[in-house]
Structures are given as structure tokens and as C-alpha cells.
């Protein structure tokens, strides 16, 4: 950065988990950027802010915020449903806008979120932060470069316990009205999302999304089936009631497998495996600690796009893409059928 180009200033609309764990730290971390200002309705969260991050000011609503404060970047980390009227109202104030996932709970709002960054000519990036990790990067480069053939396969896992409690700051992810979706939409959306960017555009989705084990208004389980335009299929697998159990992304194609276990590392197999020739089969490990990035280069990765030293590819359409996705997830749960898309 040259010595006469000023800070970045930014404001981060919700003050909860993510944005403590993940948006204050990395804006304090860059040189290039200051959080000058957060907007969030609960009181403690301001207490915890001014402990972890020192004093900065604090609003009760995000529209005094952009009123008060000259912003040139807002994180948007509140629930779900406050996604686009956050971000609309961010990119009409002038400001790039950096949004957590899922992009919003409507297609018509992911719409017009998207057109509100065009109208505004400023940025608008989603946090697919699975996409930052050194596992699935090197995956999808591998994909890319044919190492594995035609892929005609690929599977995605992830699970956990649930983010409330232990992770959130309140049960709001529990609430269809605030949330929109379960672990489908909150877990899911970021396989979808891989899925997408590895394999390209799904034409078709037959999913199943239940409430099996707590005892919640929205999804705590879903298994989705996908159709991909290139002809391969996929299989994701998400859930908040279990250890992870294999984390991460299998894909399979005609001349090898790439296996991005989160936990175990990045493998490549290459020959046949066909029944009586496993001799054939040799295994490359290609990286020991795949869930390296993430969180920690996020903010990086946005001011390097705000800087133009890096391509937006989390773009708003890349997340109304995954949200279409999930949409037709939950409509062929609740219908029984395969839902086509466009
Ligand atoms: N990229 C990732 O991997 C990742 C991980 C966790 C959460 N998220 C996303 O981040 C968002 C926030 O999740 P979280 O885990 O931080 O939840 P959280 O409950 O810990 O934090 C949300 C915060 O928003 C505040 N809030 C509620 N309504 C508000 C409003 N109208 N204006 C301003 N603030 C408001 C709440 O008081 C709370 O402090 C969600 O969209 C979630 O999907 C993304």
C-alpha cells in the first residue's frame, strides 16, 4: 500500500460468532483496513467487543451506522434473513460489501442484491470460505488440470454438532423465519457451493431434508442428489447432530480420485481399480493439512479483491447460484420429486 493511500474503513452490521471470530480479527490484522464502527442490537455483544477488539463505535441499528460513518466496506454477519436489506442498503451508501452465506433467503432478494452492487459499481462477495482452504483449492486445480480424467462423481460431507449452543450467540439458526433453512441451507449451501465451482452448473436435485434427532423447527439432517450439465452426478451429506465423521469433498473420475479428507489430507489416486488389477492403483499424497486458509486469509482474499490484485469469483451470482440450489433442495424434500433447473 502506497504511504499516501488512506485506510480502509469499515462497519460490520451483527457482532455474533463469525464476526468475532473471523471479520474483526482480519480487518485488525491488515494493514489496510480499520473497523471504525459494528451495528448490533444486543448489548453484551458491545461489551465483548470493546474487550476483544477495543473501543469502537457502537450502534443499536445498522441504519445510523451507514448515516453516521464515511464506510468504504461493510461485513454483513447477522442472520440470514437480514442479509439483503443489510447489503442492499451498504451498496446504496457507497460501500463494497463482504456478506456471509447463505446470500440471502430469496431469489428475488439474491436478485436484488446483485443489481444493487452493479447499480453501485461496488463489490459484493460472499463468504464461501470452504473455497479459501488449501484442500478444496488444490482439488479443484487438480480437476482442471485432467489429472483424474472426466470426473463423473463427487461426494460432500460435513457435519458437526450444531451451531447452538456452542457456537452462536443465540438460537436464531433454529428459527425458520430468521434462518430460512436448517443444516441444509447453513452447511449445505457451502458444499453446494464447492460442488458448483468444482464441477460446474446442476440441472437437477432430489434431496432429502429432516428433522431426525433435536428437537428444532427446521432440518438437523439432509442428503441431496445432484445432476451436473456435464453428465456426472453428486452426493452431499450434511448434518448438526453428529461427530463429522469424513469431512470434506471425494471426486471421481475416469483416470483417477482425488480424496480431500479435512482430516487426513489431500490424496490422489491414479491407475485402474477395476476388481484383481488394485496393483495398478498408486496413492499421492498431494497435501497433509488441506484446511489450511479459510477464516484466516478471508479478509486478505476480499481487500486483495477490493484492491483489484485478486478476481471476485464468491461473487453475488456465485451465491445466488448455490442458493437456487438449496431452494430446489428443500421444494423436492417436501415434494418427494426431482426438481430441474434451468
Ligand atoms: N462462512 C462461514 O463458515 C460461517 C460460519 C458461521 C456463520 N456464518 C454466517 O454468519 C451469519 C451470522 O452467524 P453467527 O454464527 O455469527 O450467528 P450469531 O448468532 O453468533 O451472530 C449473529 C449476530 O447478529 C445479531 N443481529 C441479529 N439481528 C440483527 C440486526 N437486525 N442487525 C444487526 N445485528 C443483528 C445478533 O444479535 C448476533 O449477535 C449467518 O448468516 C451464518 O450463516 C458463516
Known amino acids: ?13 451483527g457482532a455474533g460468532a463469525i464476526a468475532q471470530e473471523c471479520h474483526f480479527p482480519g480487518y485488525k490484522k491488515d494493514r489496510r483496513s480499520k473497523v471504525v464502527a459494528f451495528a448490533e442490537p444486543t448489548i453484551e455483544r458491545h461489551t465483548e467487543v470493546k474487550e476483544r477488539f477495543g473501543k469502537i463505535n457502537g450502534y443499536s441499528n445498522y441504519k445510523d451506522m451507514l448515516k453516521n460513518e464515511a464506510l468504504d466496506i461493510v461485513s454483513i454477519c447477522t442472520p ?9 442498503a451498504a451498496l446504496n451508501a457507497g460501500c463494497h460489501v463482504l456478506c456471509e452465506k447463505p446470500i440471502a433467503t430469496t431469489l428475488k432478494d439474491a436478485d436484488k442484491m446483485i443489481a444493487a452492487a452493479k447499480k453501485s459499481r461496488k ?13 478444496p483449492q488444490k482439488t ?25 449452543p456452542g457456537w452462536a450467540k443465540n438460537s436464531w439458526f433454529y428459527n425458520p423465519k430468521l434462518a430460512a433453512g436448517g443444516a441444509m441451507l447453513d452447511m449445505g449451501i457451502h458444499a453446494i457451493d464447492l460442488a458448483l465451482w468444482m464441477l460446474g452448473s446442476i440441472t437437477s436435485v432430489n434431496a432429502m431434508a429432516r428433522t431426525i434427532v433435536k428437537r428444532i423447527p ?13 453428465g456426472a452426478l453428486g452426493y452431499i451429506e450434511v448434518g448438526w447432530t453428529s461427530q463429522p465423521g469424513f469431512s470434506g469433498v471425494e471426486v471421481y473420475g475416469t483416470k483417477g480420485t482425488l480424496i480431500c479428507d479435512y482430516a487426513k489430507g489431500l490424496q490422489l489416486c491414479e491407475g485402474t ?4 488389477k488394485d496393483g495398478s492403483v498408486k496413492w499421492k499424497t498431494l497435501d497433509k493439512a488441506p484446511t489450511r486458509g479459510g477464516w484466516d486469509i478471508e ?25 437456487e440450489v438449496a431452494l430446489a433442495a428443500y421444494a423436492s424434500s417436501k415434494d418427494g420429486k426431482t426438481v430441474r433447473l434451468g
Do not use: C
Open 299 to 323: 479478509i486478505k482474499h476480499w481487500l486483495d479483491i477490493i484492491d483489484g490484485k485478486e478476481k471476485l469469483t464468491m461473487s453475488g451470482l456465485a451465491g445466488r447460484n448455490a442458493l
Open 80 to 88: 440470514n434473513v437480514f442479509h439483503a436489506e443489510n447489503a442492499i
Open 123 to 135: 463489490k459484493l462477495m460472499i463468504g464461501f470460505t470452504h473455497r479459501l482452504l488449501k484442500g
Open 273 to 276: 481399480a477395476s476388481a484383481g
Open 218 to 230: 427446521v432440518d438437523d439432517n439432509a442428503l441431496l442428489q445432484l445432476e451436473f450439465k456435464s
Open 140 to 164: 479443484r486445480q487438480f480437476i482442471q488440470e485432467k489429472k483424474i480424467g472426466k470426473p463423473f462423481m463427487i461426494r460432500i460431507r460435513f457435519a458437526h454438532g450444531g451451531p447452538y
Open 1 to 13: 500500500m502506497s504511504a499516501t493511500r488512506k485506510t480502509y474503513r469499515v462497519g460490520i452490521i
